[in-house]
């Protein structure tokens, strides 16, 4: 099967033309975002308590590291 130049041209004159219209017809659906945006808030003491756990696991891994490099 063969392909010519005509129908390639003509199918991307036909996207081009889609493009344009949707872009002219819908301007605010591509301003919106493509997820939904959520606010999340949590309490001062479960922030304290995440602060924690991250400190926590990041002196782990550096206990870690420094436990491998003594080991080499």
């Given at each position: 099967?063969?392909?010519?130049?005509?129908?390639?041209?003509?199918?991307?004159?036909?996207?081009?033309?889609?493009?344009?219209?949707?872009?002219l017809?819908?301007?605010?659906?591509?301003?919106a975002?493509?997820?939904?945006?959520?606010?999340?808030?949590?309490?001062?003491?479960?922030?304290?308590h995440?602060?924690m756990?991250r400190?926590?696991?990041?002196?782990?891994?550096?206990?870690?590291?420094?436990?491998e490099?003594?080991?080499?």
């Open positions: 099967m063969e392909i010519s130049d005509f129908q390639v041209q003509s199918v991307l004159r036909t996207y081009s033309r889609q493009l344009l219209r949707t872009k017809t819908s301007p605010s659906e591509q301003d975002q493509p997820f939904p945006v959520f606010k999340v808030s949590i309490s001062e003491v479960a922030q304290q995440l602060l756990d400190i926590r696991s990041q002196a782990m891994e550096q206990i870690n590291r420094q436990q490099d003594t080991t080499k």
